[in-house]
């Protein structure tokens, strides 16, 4: 409310006598304080009121041959709402008297007047009108914050008893507006929160403001409204009677929760997958040395007999580890996709023959009553999903590990639905990697005992399982996440105890890409045809067992290694002035200077070359453009042998 006369513009008064003589001396008492209208007409007065929306006070004679003053006056009540004083003789007191009990005037003087008693009379009535202008101005903008704020409002005397409440407020305790007027929270809410309310309302009185954010139980009625909610309530000023009453505020925060929770989660899986990545660098050099020097020991050895099999067991034990490390890599940061278009309704339906006998192979003679059944419902969506972008063989992985979890859980049987949908996106899903755009949805959904949400937070971590032993790794759905991510994708599970569970593999839609564009295969290469002479080998290898088992395999090829501990080493003996190079086989991730730091130094030296590179595990950005000369690690030599004669038929670089 403005209340600084420096900053207020002066009141409007509009004069109304059928007398000029009278205008004149009403605009001299009134023009130094007032900006002041006249008008001899009581009709033009009525047309100026219609116009004009600034007027403060009327000041209008009674008997004037038009019309009456109360007349006028009661008609001005259609187009203003300003203070109204009638001017009048001891004649017409009778007019005045029933103008007043008609409310269509505040205050009336006597002709001839007093001036100033009657400019006092304007003042007051002019103040009054801002007053009450003010006012409703203030009761319109509480009303429209009432009725138009998304969190729940409400106002309470000092006996705690609501005197204004909008309906988000009521919605809360299950009641209208009018239902709360007038009543307590604890009279209103359910008996499961009176502890919580009183608790409240005693740091209230204790502290002024009391805030709490609270999770609803499912039955409690507003939760319907929102799970997670954020209460606030403050101590207002003194209220008309002098007491101190209070505001309290009621925010739904469930999306902010849900939105925090998927962000915890999106962060606690980078950090897993930063560790997996981490640990995989170090379990594949370890498995490289294992594996290399298992192989290199076989080779000495009698093809057959009691030592020949035990370094295959050794062997074969080795390669499960190494298998499962390719797994965790898949997880921290999937390796080996070759991308392309693909129709993910008929990838589905081809998989049909295959989703059944697994099923049926995996329940065999665990199930109870109904065996479980499968179905590939594409109805609601064949004709108009378009193409995405995505490796089709881990596509029917994924589908087919969620099947398989489906089956695990429904020990007693039941259907198995695999569905697919159009999804859109319209804004960018925090914490996880949905943005805006269109996503082929793929749908597994089971009958089974679902999970509680303390399982349901756990659900992609890898080596966590639910399943007894000897039924699953805890890589599974891992593995999965792992995957749709890398493309581009999310993974969202729904899941309550006793009312099955439901997985979404949402897909981004991408335009068809070109066979070249592709990215190549990173996957072991086969053996190849001998480069037919021996080489010159530089290894460059920090781990100083898998640059033994890395010579050892070359040297049992014929070719000429020289060994180096780091990239420094092998630059320095490089511009020492080395003999021929035929081939660098360099290590990517090494203390001081990287694979990639240390091969430009060479090609520096030497032009055109030759390198392969090798990765326990590496990102993208530490890995050379293309993939045909780099070698993952643990290989066998066989596969080394292969890279070899690949990258020598090619022409140097």
Same mark, same amino acid.
């Given at each position: ?6 900053? !207020? ?31 001899? *007409? ?67 003087? @006597? ?138 505020? &009621? ?33 594949? &050099? ?83 009553? !109904? ?11 064949? #004709? ?62 089971? !009958? ?61 839609? !991408? ?88 091969? @430009? ?14 990765? #326990? ?9 293309? *993939? ?26």
């Amino acid at each position: 409310m403005n209340t600084d006369p420096a900053t !207020q513009a002066r009141p409007v008064v509009l004069l109304v006598d059928d007398e000029a003589e009278i205008l004149v001396a009403l605009t001299d008492l009134l023009e130094d304080t007032f900006t002041v209208l006249s008008t001899t *007409s009581p009709t033009e007065a009525l047309e100026i009121l219609s116009t004009r929306n600034d007027v403060d006070v009327i000041v209008s004679d009674q008997r004037m041959p038009e019309m009456g003053g109360d007349v006028m006056l009661a008609r001005a009540r259609a187009h203003s709402d300003a203070q109204a004083i009638l001017l009048t003789g001891y004649a017409d007191i009778g007019a005045v008297a029933a103008a007043l009990n008609q409310g269509r005037i505040s205050f009336y003087s @006597h002709k001839p007047w007093d001036a100033d008693a009657l400019r006092a009379m304007i003042v007051q009535a002019a103040d009054y009108h801002r007053l009450e202008r003010e006012l409703r101005t203030e009761r319109m903008l509480l009303h429209g914050l009432l009725d138009n704020l998304r969190s729940g409002l409400g106002f309470k005397d000092a006996q705690g008893r609501f005197i204004r409440i909008n309906q988000q407020a009521a919605d809360f305790y299950g009641r209208d507006v009018n239902a709360c007027l007038g009543h307590t929270e604890e009279e209103l809410c359910d008996a499961d929160l009176l502890p919580l309310i009183r608790a409240a309302q005693a740091r209230l009185r204790a502290e002024g403001r009391d805030e709490e954010m609270l999770e609803l139980p499912a039955h409690i009625r507003g939760a319907a409204q929102g799970r997670w909610r954020e209460i606030t309530r403050v101590v207002l000023g003194a209220l008309g009677d002098g007491s101190a009453g209070s505001v309290v505020i &009621n925010r739904d925060i469930t999306r902010q929760q849900e939105m925090a929770a998927r962000l915890r989660q999106a962060e606690k899986m980078q950090a897993l997958g930063t560790l997996a990545g981490g640990i995989a660098h170090d379990f594949n &050099n370890l498995l490289t040395v294992v594996l290399g020097s298992l192989e290199l020991v076989r080779d000495m050895g009698p093809e057959e007999g009691p030592m020949a099999r035990l370094l295959d067991n050794a062997a074969a034990a080795a390669q499960r580890g190494a298998s499962l490390t390719r797994r965790l890599l898949n997880f921290s940061r999937p390796r080996d996709l070759s991308l392309e278009p693909v129709d993910v309704n008929a990838l589905l339906h081809g998989m049909k023959d295959l989703l059944a006998q697994t099923v049926v192979s995996r329940q065999g003679k665990d199930a109870r009553g !109904q065996p479980c059944s499968i179905v590939v419902d594409t109805a609601a969506s064949d #004709g108009v999903l378009p193409p995405v972008c995505t490796d089709a063989g881990q596509l029917e992985l994924a589908v087919l590990n969620l099947c398989i979890n489906a089956v695990d859980a429904m020990p007693g049987g039941g259907m198995i639905v695999v569905s697919t949908a159009l999804k859109q996106v319209k804004e960018i899903v925090a914490g996880t990697n949905l943005v805006p755009g269109n996503y082929v949805m793929v749908s597994v959904t089971d !009958q089974g005992m679902g999970m509680s949400p303390d399982t349901l937070a756990r659900v992609f971590e890898p080596f966590f399982t639910t399943k007894d032993v000897g039924r699953g790794t805890g890589l599974g759905l891992s593995m999965i996440y792992g995957f749709i991510r890398h493309v581009g994708g999310e993974v969202q599970v729904r899941s309550q105890p006793g009312e099955g569970t439901r997985v979404d593999l949402c897909l981004p839609v !991408q335009g068809g890409i070109r066979a070249q564009d592709q990215p190549l295969p990173t996957g072991r290469p086969q053996v190849g045809a001998r480069s037919g002479r021996a080489l010159h080998v530089m290894v460059v290898d920090d781990e100083p067992g898998v640059r033994a088992v890395t010579a050892g395999f070359l040297r049992a090829r014929g070719h000429d290694v020289l060994e180096y501990s780091s990239g420094t080493a092998a630059v320095n003996a490089m511009e020492a002035g080395l003999g021929p190079i035929d081939l660098v086989i360099m290590d990517v991730m090494m203390p001081g200077m990287g694979g990639l730091e240390t091969v @430009h130094h060479l090609q520096a030296l030497r032009p055109g070359l030759r390198v392969l590179y090798l990765t #326990g595990y590496a990102s993208a950005g530490a890995l050379p453009a293309g *993939s045909a000369n780099v070698m993952h690690k643990p290989f066998t030599q066989a596969d080394l042998a292969a890279h070899i004669d690949r990258i020598m038929q090619r022409p140097p670089d």
